[in-house]
Nanobody, 125 residues
């Protein structure tokens, strides 16, 4: 059974940094493409970042490129999202997910099979 547990969210001031963690069980993160999405109530889930199996490729949403970094610790079977220079527009619930295709990365939520419960990030100005 695949389980993804996100943590690290919180309430912070604009310009600060946070690192989100996604601890996985039932799936080996190094062998799978992993992604981060975010969602604001009343809006569709939005792609943030993804990394292919064995760290071959990464992709980012235009709105976060240069500020966010996706990485993983294979020994801990955990995926991270380092978020720097946070802006109020980054306020959302952040979810990690496992993509069906381990290599060809997708920004579409429909291509991801397993999801965590999410962690709230609130950025105040």
């Amino acid at each position: 059974q695949v389980q993804l547990v996100e943590s690290g969210g919180g309430s912070i001031q604009a310009g600060a940094s946070l690192r989100l963690s996604c601890a996985a069980s039932g799936v080996t993160v190094s062998r799978n493409a992993m992604g981060w999405f975010r969602q604001v109530p009343g809006k569709e889930r939005e792609f943030v970042a993804a990394v292919s199996s064995h760290d071959r490729y990464t992709i980012y949403a235009d709105s976060v490129r240069g500020r966010f970094l996706i990485s993983r610790d294979n020994a801990a079977n955990t995926v991270y999202l380092q978020m720097n220079s946070l802006e109020p527009e980054d306020t959302a619930i952040y979810y990690c997910a496992v993509q069906r295709d381990p290599v060809i990365l997708s920004k579409s939520a429909s291509r991801y099979d397993y999801w965590g419960q999410g962690t709230q990030v609130t950025v105040s100005s």
